[in-house]
């Protein structure tokens, strides 16, 4: 018993010059192009209606390997959480439009308890500043005492001058808090950080 299609060629088989466009155009005018691309290209533009997977079965058939691989994830550990609270804060400063145009654009400089997520002081600035930031620690020490590690990112140089709305310039770099490690030797003495 023989099966009626041998001998006859397969109807799905893509003619010799449709692979030989495909092959030139991949090397040509989409060169570069991964596997999707191509396929999108390859329909949009030249009427060469074919799955991704069938240009990609053509391709690697003439040797022609996709020219973008997929990079993996790049591994990032998490550093853990301290284990009790107070034992470390993390501070930052976030301008942005918080009035929604009914006022100056704003900066919240804020301080969040790394063990809890807590936040014990926040507050509005018209600039991220070193100032900014005295106060905030300035604030949390008179309430909670002095030793506390503080990360923060560090501060870097504008291309553009800090100035306050009142037109009061601050100059093009502020500070770096980035680690800082504050300690009192003596916690009855808290009155010495004042803002006036």
């Given at each position: 018993?023989?099966?009626?299609?041998?001998?006859?060629?397969?109807?799905?088989?893509?003619?010799?010059?449709?692979?030989?466009?495909?092959?030139?155009?991949a090397l040509g005018k989409y060169r570069g192009f991964n596997d999707r691309h191509l396929t999108e290209k390859l329909n949009e533009e030249e009427q060469i209606e074919f799955c991704r997977e069938k240009?990609?079965?053509?391709?690697?058939?003439?040797?022609?390997?996709?020219?973008?691989?997929?990079?993996?994830?790049?591994?990032?550990?998490?550093?853990?959480?301290?284990?009790?609270?107070?034992?470390?804060?993390?501070?930052?400063?976030?301008?942005h439009d918080w009035l929604e145009g009914r006022g100056p654009v704003l900066c919240l400089i804020g301080a969040i308890d790394d063990a809890t997520g807590k936040v014990p002081r926040a507050f509005f600035e018209e600039?991220?500043?070193?100032?900014?930031?005295?106060?905030l620690f300035c604030d949390i020490f008179k309430k909670y005492g002095l030793a506390v590690p503080a990360?923060?990112?560090?501060?870097?140089?504008?291309?553009?001058?800090?100035?306050?709305?009142?037109?009061?310039?601050?100059?093009?770099?502020?500070?770096?808090?980035?680690?800082?490690?504050?300690?009192?030797?003596?916690?009855?003495?808290?009155?010495h950080c004042r803002l006036t």
């Open positions: 018993m023989v099966h009626g299609n041998r001998g006859r060629p397969c109807k799905r088989k893509i003619k010799e010059k449709t692979v030989e466009r495909i092959v030139e155009l240009i990609r079965q053509i391709l690697r058939c003439e040797g022609i390997a996709s020219p973008r691989k997929r990079r993996p994830n790049k591994h990032r550990s998490r550093r853990e959480r301290r284990a009790a609270e107070e034992m470390m804060l993390q501070v930052d400063g976030s301008p600039a991220e500043s070193s100032w900014a930031y005295f106060r990360w923060s990112k560090a501060l870097h140089r504008s291309s553009k001058p800090y100035v306050l709305s009142n037109g009061v310039p601050l100059g093009r770099t502020t500070p770096s808090v980035c680690k800082a490690r504050f300690f009192n030797p003596n916690p009855l003495h808290k009155h």
